[in-house]
């Protein structure tokens, strides 16, 4: 037999909430069936129904019904670069945002922004993707020394470990993940032959290996400011120009001068469309097919004239912005989030509604967003 002491704060969550009518006019096994269908990122709002459902969910036998249930949710994961003024230190931290959004009238539930732990290192300039459950941060600095590792994160789990390591060290390098392949562009001085051959990679998870792939002199630029998948080519922005490459084809291209003069900062693609942060203030969506700028409408009203550090991300079918705000005193300031559902009208404008927007954390100053990117966790069993 257990032994009850060394675990006091568990037991009433396995062995309670089946005394206890969860939903009236079901048996438990359905209620628990009907609440497990319900999105992950809405379990904080549930937990506050009863004290029979916040013991349900937190049940050991809720996980494995969601597991059966074979489901995929998305989630916006951020990295932050947090400034600790004892020491005028900077760390690096991961947080999960799971957001209320059973009805978007409803403003006075906060979004549950929630730590992850640690990176073991903090590396300068990584590269970051994600391929299902596992969030990838390929490459960076080290003491201004470009890095070949990876490392990767379990989201379920709450756990890194290293990954293989690239061929050779890379920051600033572009990345993006097709057909379940990762891919990396540049990052690295093609200084000799090793490096020259090795500027563009590819990752495969299931053989856990990486391999070079050819590319011509001509696109070897060092830094990429930017990169994305859209229609499943990347697109990696140089400080000239940029390139574009079709695993599919193994072809190489120049992006056209329309997208290089307004393609700024880090970007989200959703619905074929890349949208980013001008200068002006102004979010906007980049038509491959029309090679066309176009302004998204719609948000003006609701959203700041300016926002700092701007990152974005496509978050189960939505564009979700970060930016950095003005704070509260002298010490913190705010970080700040929109989720916002864009679609194209008949007329070809792209248009966007407000789903909320919120203050999501406050961080000390010199703090800075990092990066921000969703990760799907699907419930198999296996």
């Not at 903090?122 to 070949?148: E, K, T």
């Not at 967003?369 to 419930?379: E, K, N, T």
Request: glycine fraction near 8%; proline fraction near 5%; include cysteine.
């Amino acid at each position: 037999m257990a032994d009850q002491s060394s675990s006091s704060s568990s037991d009433p969550t396995e062995t309670h909430h089946h005394d206890q009518t969860l939903i009236p006019a079901l048996s438990n096994d359905v209620a628990l069936q009907c609440l497990a269908r319900i999105p992950r990122f809405h379990h904080p709002l549930l937990s506050l129904v009863s004290k029979s459902w916040r013991s349900a969910l937190q049940s050991p036998l809720f996980h494995a019904t969601r597991l059966a249930l074979n489901t995929t949710q998305s989630f916006l994961f951020l990295n932050l670069r947090l400034f600790n003024p004892k020491d005028s230190s900077f760390s690096f931290k991961w947080y999960s945002l799971q957001p209320c959004t059973l009805d978007p009238q409803i403003t006075l539930i906060p979004r549950i922004l929630i730590p992850m732990n640690s990176s073991p290192c903090h590396l300068i300039g990584a590269s970051f993707v994600s391929i299902g459950r596992h969030l990838y941060v390929i490459g960076g600095s080290v003491n201004d020394i470009p890095s070949p590792n990876m490392w990767v994160f379990d989201c379920l789990t709450n756990k890194w470990e290293m990954g293989p390591k690239m061929r050779v060290g890379r920051e600033f390098a572009a990345s993006g993940v097709i057909n379940g392949k990762i891919y990396v562009l540049g990052g690295c001085v093609v200084d000799n032959w090793a490096r020259s051959i090795n500027w563009a990679e590819m990752f495969d998870p299931v053989t856990g290996s990486w391999r070079a792939i050819p590319s011509p002199i001509e696109v070897r630029e060092k830094w990429m400011h930017a990169s994305a998948v859209v229609g499943g080519r990347i697109y990696a922005m140089a400080d000239r120009s940029g390139v574009i490459f079709d695993p599919e084809l193994g072809e190489w291209s120049s992006v056209s001068t329309e997208l290089d003069m307004g393609w700024r900062g880090r970007a989200a693609v959703v619905d074929e469309v890349l949208y980013c942060y001008d200068y002006l203030g102004k979010i906007r969506g980049f038509d491959v097919g029309e090679n066309e700028w176009k302004e998204l409408k719609g948000v003006d009203k609701h959203l700041p004239k300016f926002l700092c550090g701007a990152t974005m991300a496509n978050v189960g079918g939505r564009l979700f912005v970060v930016w950095e705000g003005k704070g509260k005193g002298k010490a913190n300031i705010e970080v700040l989030c929109a989720e916002i559902l864009v679609r194209k009208n008949e007329s070809g404008e792209l248009w966007g509604s407000i789903v909320w927007s919120d203050v999501i954390i406050l961080i000390p100053k010199g703090s800075s967003i990092v990066h921000c990117l969703d990760v799907h966790l699907h419930f198999k069993v296996k």
